[in-house]
């Protein structure tokens, strides 16, 4: 599938230069990040505790970190990997960064990250299954630490976490669908696309989305797995739609979004279905601005990308205090878009992806 750039989204480049203004991170200008932290490590069930966490200033070694995503092909994981490499850069490690291309792509991540960790000090890993990965990065941890970054992963052989709860990502998208439709007034329609089956986040979403709709009018009346790449999100829905056409509401991953705001008005249905995304990007961001995307959570991919590879420092160094920490989840529509800290949550026109920080 082809990357998009995203120099394709001219309206994003503009909304985008207008609130950051000149390129210097403000992020990595701060002293520290206020983050939330789970103990013990690993475990959502419990409420998280906020916390300053102050990064590395500078590393003690030049040393070689290799971070491997699930794909580069939605503006999510392009503004992790901006994080990263912002961090890497101004603490003076380097960074070696691969991809598999789909979370359909298991064996080649695999094949990948064996690779790039031959020498490296730590690996960084968005996974693309939860538990495809596990004896794998057990088998790397004996040698060096192993950091879980964004996608929820099995815990074996994991050195630390950084990531938000995916059940909370989802449930606040069916929180605010349940504020719209509460349990008892008129029932509205929903196509549900939660993403990739298998992958270390979608059974998240899904379980806090579902639990959420408890409380609404909410009747889930389609369901669509499949990759997050526009071009699959695109037929998924227009069968959907096609079978469906009475549908009142399409909710699934930011491409989704994406790809229901180009059909929806290429049918001209725009003002009869509305769209929630359970993730953020440059294109629902824009989007929400346009009026034609409700809402969105935001859990802040560049702070995420981040502080990944800050504990990867720690981890490397042994100053590794708190395992697993992420940014506070955010739901952003009309309302508080314009207060929105925006490079917390999306990477600046400017960027394009890169795999390699020397």
Known sequence: MKLPALCQFPSVIAIVIAVLGVS?????????????????????????????????????KPWHICASYPHLKDSYWVSVNYGMVEQARSSGVKLTVVE???????????????????DADALVVGTVSYEGLTSTIKEIAKRIPVIAAVNDIDDAGISAKTGVSWEEMGQSVGAYLARLHPAGTIPVRVAWFPGPKGAGWVKFVEAGFQRALKQSSANVTAVKWGDTGVEIQLLLLEEVLEAQPDIDYVVGSAPTADAAVSLLRAQGRANHVQILADYFTHGTFREINRGKVVAAPTDSPPLQGRIAVDQAIRAIEGTLRYRHVGPPVEVIDRKNVHSLDVERSLAPAWFKPTFEVR
Do not use: H
């Open 24 to 60: 210097q991170s403000a992020i990595a200008a701060q002293a520290s990040w206020k983050l939330n932290a789970w103990e013990p490590p690993f475990d959502y069930s419990r409420a998280p505790t906020m916390i300053d966490y102050e990064p590395v200033a500078r590393a003690a």
């Open 100 to 118: 598999a291309g789909g979370y359909p792509n298991l064996e080649r991540q695999i094949e990948q990250i064996r690779t790039c960790s031959i």
